[in-house]
Structure formats: structure tokens, C-alpha cells
């Protein structure tokens, strides 16, 4: 067996939890492997959630550092982190003797490359997940023009051409990349590596769990409970989203939705603008480890996204979550590999949000889902076996992984 010490770098905001929620079960089954983890995270979340963090990824086996980054002014200061972050990486190096560094995303990959100069024998597997800087120009109105943007698509081009391995969340993903890479890039060293969930904490639910949920939420067992697990903002067509849901209400006027955010004033002041509906709706921040539980009460899965050109690169980590748990998914085509990865059998996928495509959605969910729920749950359980479970996600980090460490 081929073993590494890989130092995992990553740059996260205190409202998100992908390392606690994604990462760390992905680390426990490398370290099943012999590979040890070590996580350098740089952040502005306070000093409470950073001992949190802290404490779950040693639960999980893994060493824990936080890096302060400063919010003021914000570009620069986080360019001004990135820079001086390669103290802290080679610090890790050094530190842990370190085989491997995996930065996610590109001011992680930054601090890496620097460091790397002084440490030519250590391996760079750049986790590329997504063309954020692109988001930001979808959704955050940068312009694809301005200098933070194109100085972030060097910086990424850069790490890419650099790497030994890249890992991308899609196909499409890996075209983008090699285009701005260069010439000389190679198709090889790129990995589709998926968002693996735990099949034994994401199942179907027991009926007298889904009860005890519904009761906790105040919600009648016969009533269909729509969900949605996930970030608030634009990207994810929260208003389409509770269109929707106000024409599954008029079908059926018992219907509820249940929303689980790390923003839930964002998702307050959302559900406020449709008055009829607030009553309807219940907003609940629950840890990683609740999100299950919630989900098992529900029938059907909401995964909308604005469809855009950064949106090639995902992988909506809700999509394996809602299948594993066994209810079906309401979908937007061109997302990433979603057309692939969740067939007809158990979900429907828009090809516009108009009114006439969400109210056949809605027709859809009352008149075929509901009355055929059974069906949709083993359905939904064994698409999420096969496309979203955790073994894969590991097998193919771990093959990242050894492919580097051998090579070397």
C-alpha cells in the first residue's frame, strides 16, 4: 500500500461547512487507507466555530489549523493572506513531512505554489471544484474584464498547469480548464471526483422517524413536504423555487416546505416577499449530522440552479443527499454532469423556469410522485448507491493520491 501525508488547504467563509459536512468523511476513508490528512483552513469565522471545527476534525483523525484572514479591504486583504499563507503551508510541510499538498480552489493554490518553490519534492494535487471566479462574475456582478477577476484565472491557470493532479466536479469542467491552461496541458492528469455521501447516515427513513420529525416541525403525517437543503442567493432561484411550491399548494393545499440553510435570515427575508406561503414554510439551520434526519420526512428534493456558464463546473452536493434519503429531485438541466447522473426514473429536470415548465413540475409531483412514493424511494436509493456514494469519492482522491506519491 502506497501511504502520504497530505496537507489539505482550504479557504472557507462561517457560514459554510463543506469541510466539516464533505471533506472530513472523505478523509476518514483515506486514513482507512494509511493516509494520514492534515488541514490548514483559512478563515475569518470566529473563535467559537473554530474550536468546533477543530474538535471534529480531530474526532476524524486529522491535525487542525486556522489561518486568520483579513476582511478589510476585502480583495486585497484576501490576496494579502493568500500571499503571506505560504509561511503557514510550508510551515505544515515541514511540520507533518508532508508527501502531498491539496489546496481547494485557487487562493489555497496560490499560498501552495509559493510554497512550493522552496519544496519542489512535495506533490500538488489542486482540487479545483467549480469555476468560482466565474460565479462570481454569473452572480456577484464582477465584470469578466476586471483585474481581481483576470489576476484569480492566472493564479488558477497557473496551479492547474503546476499540479501533478487535478480534480474537477464534471467533465465539462476539464475542457474549460485545459483551454486556459495552455498548450502543453494534459488530459491525463485531470479526475472527475464526485460528492460522496455517507449511504449509512443518508438513507430512507423509518416511518416512526419521519413521524417524530413531522411532529417536531408541527407538520400531519399525510401532508406532502417539500426540501431543500443548501446556500441562499441568487444562484439557486429561490424565487422560482417558491413559485413552485405555491403551485404545488394549489394542488395541495396541506403541502409544506422545509428549508435548511446556513443562512436562515437570508432565507426569512426570501420566504417574507411571498406573504401566502410564510406560514407554510419552516426555516431550520441544523448541523451536517441532522440534515439526514430532516430529509427523511420529506418527498421530494429541490435542486434548482440558474443555469449559467460557471454552472458546467458543479456537483450540487444536495442531489446525492436527497436520492440516498430516497426521495426524488426537481432539477435543472445543463448543471454540471446532473443529466448523467440523475436519470428520468427519479427526478425531473427543467429546461426552463418558466410558469408553463414549473407548472408541469408541479403536476408531476402531485400526480406521479405522490401517488407512487414507495416506488420513488427504492428507485431513488439505488441512483444514489450507484452515482453518489462515499466509496467512490474515496477511491478516486485515494487514486489521486497514490498516482502522485508513486510518481514521485
Known sequence: MISANVLFVTWDGPQVSYLESLYLPVFKGLAQRGHALHILQFTWGDKLQRAGIKAACETAGCSYRSVPILRRPVAVGSLITALFGSSHVRREIAQHNIDIVMPRSTLPALATTLALRRNPEVGLLFDADGLPHDERVDFDSWSAQGLAYRLLRDMEA????????????????????????????????????????????????????????????????????????????????????????????????????????????????????????????HIRRVSPDDVPRYLGACDLGLALRRPSFSMQAVAPIKLGEYLLCGIPVLTTRTIGDTNELVPDEVGHSLDTMSPEALEAAADWFVRVVLPNSEVFKKRCRNVGLRNFGLAATVDAYANAIETIKSGR
Open 158 to 281: 497557473s496551479a492547474v498547469r503546476r499540479a501533478d493532479r487535478v480534480l474537477t466536479r464534471s467533465k465539462k469542467a476539464i475542457d474549460i480548464l485545459i483551454a486556459r491552461a495552455g498548450a502543453g496541458t494534459s488530459a491525463g492528469k485531470f479526475q472527475v471526483v464526485g460528492n460522496g455521501r455517507d449511504t449509512n447516515k443518508f438513507k430512507p427513513a423509518l416511518e416512526i422517524q419521519r413521524t417524530a420529525v413531522r411532529s417536531e416541525l408541527g407538520i400531519d403525517d399525510s401532508a406532502p413536504v417539500l426540501a431543500y437543503a443548501g446556500s441562499m442567493g441568487d444562484q439557486y432561484c429561490v424565487p422560482e423555487m417558491l413559485e413552485f411550491f405555491r403551485l404545488v399548494r394549489s394542488r395541495r393545499d396541506d403541502a409544506q416546505l422545509l428549508l435548511l440553510t446556513g443562512s436562515p435570515d437570508e432565507a426569512e427575508r426570501s420566504v417574507n416577499g411571498f406573504v401566502d406561503l410564510r406560514s407554510h414554510c
